[in-house]
């Protein structure tokens, strides 16, 4: 069996933003709980991921710091599920995260123009 290693995008295109918001809304609407918990959950899983090996490139500055500053927490979330654009560390964590629980569709984010509309 071998090692899939997961990292995030460098960059993130409209498209797969677009796709990567439709997953983490339908993630989180089955998920019990507030934004909180469902950000504690998508951190837990990333954790797991850097502890198996399999996540590399991610910056742990994107989900803690010493002064509270870091980019994904509850306010930023909830402006990227309302629909406003975010900073690059969170759709980079939502991506790991993806990539991490849910690989096929994924997968599919960078099908840009090899998908019909």
Request: aromatic residues 12%; neutral net charge.
């Amino acid at each position: 069996m071998t090692t899939q290693f997961v990292w995030p995008e460098e960059k993130y295109s409209s498209f797969y933003k677009g796709q990567l918001s439709l997953c983490i809304l339908d993630d989180i609407s089955a998920f019990s709980g507030g934004v909180h918990k469902y950000t504690d959950h998508v951190v837990r899983e990333i954790l797991k991921g850097m502890r198996r090996g399999i996540v590399k490139d991610f910056e742990m500055s994107w989900v803690e710091s010493p002064n509270l500053d870091q980019p994904f927490n509850g306010r930023n979330i909830r402006n990227l599920l309302a629909g406003k654009d975010s900073q690059h560390a969170i759709w980079a964590v939502f991506d790991i995260y993806m990539k991490l629980t849910q690989p096929i569709l994924a997968w599919g984010f960078s099908l840009e123009g090899h998908l019909g509309r």
